[in-house]
T-cell receptor
Framework: DGGITQSPKYLFRKEGQNVTLSCEQN?????MYWYRQDPGQGLRLIYY???????QKGDIAEGYSVSREKKESFPLTVTSAQKNPTAFYLC?????????????FGSGTRLTVV | AQKVTQAQTEISVVEKEDVTLDCVYE???????LFWYKQPPSGELVFLIR??????QNEISGRYSWNFQKSTSSFNFTITASQVVDSAVYFC??????????????FGGGTRLMVKP
């Protein structure tokens, strides 16, 4: 079945450490997105990519970096510059033109700083 | 720029009650799409419905119904005879048919629905 796979489901990071969250899709979608969700809060856009080898900053890109070397993959790195990284991270993908179902979401990665 | 407002941050009902989740949107585009997603405790957002701006017909799917009114820029979601399994966070979202917008979804802040037995 097609879908989006995010890994790991839970991730613990020490202060000052960089960590990378994986997002892989086999839906043949061109666009991919990363969102951050804090407890009791809505979704905030971190980065998005409309096409391979291109990506754009979202509303809260500081302290994060991404790459889009393959259509299927859009990893997110949380760097040590991100002062408050504890949150739930959601990856999504879509076809151009939003498509019938808007975005397809992964199951998320819960990142905790220890 | 687009904006979606879900004024109700939390709603608590007793099972079998009807409940309406409000969604108000803002956009200058004439062609746009509205969505509702459900986020159960597991975390993944699940698509519920999509509506385009030219279709104001209300939709019913089982216990779920949606009321789209362009005159008030609202796209409200009603659950009839709520059940405990309906407990989740519900997000309303908007996208516009614009190359510049990049087909981005703008999300509301979400409404947490708690259905008590």
């Amino acid at each position: 079945d097609g879908g989006i796979t995010q890994s790991p489901k839970y991730l613990f990071r020490k202060e000052g450490q960089n960590v990378t969250l994986s997002c892989e899709q086999n839906l043949n979608h061109d666009a991919m997105y990363w969102y951050r969700q804090d407890p009791g809060q809505g979704l905030r856009l971190i980065y998005y990519s409309q096409i391979v080898n291109d990506f754009q900053k979202g509303d809260i890109a500081e302290g994060y970096s991404v790459s889009r070397e393959k259509k299927e993959s859009f990893p997110l790195t949380v760097t040590s510059a991100q002062k408050n990284p504890t949150a739930f991270y959601l990856c999504a993908s879509s076809k151009p033109g939003t498509g019938r179902r808007g975005y397809t979401f992964g199951s998320g990665t819960r990142l905790t700083v220890v | 720029a687009q904006k979606v407002t879900q004024a109700q941050t939390e709603i608590s009902v007793v099972e079998k009650e009807d409940v309406t989740l409000d969604c108000v949107y803002e956009t200058r585009d004439t062609t746009y799409y509205l969505f509702w997603y459900k986020q159960p405790p597991s975390g993944e957002l699940v698509f519920l419905i999509r509506r385009n701006s030219f279709d104001e017909q209300n939709e019913i799917s089982g216990r779920y119904s949606w009321n789209f009114q362009k005159s008030t820029s609202s796209f409200n979601f009603t659950i009839t005879a709520s059940q405990v399994v309906d407990s989740a966070v519900y997000f309303c979202a908007l996208s516009v048919n614009s190359v510049n917008a990049g087909n981005m979804l703008t999300f509301g802040g979400g409404t947490r629905l708690m259905v008590k037995p």
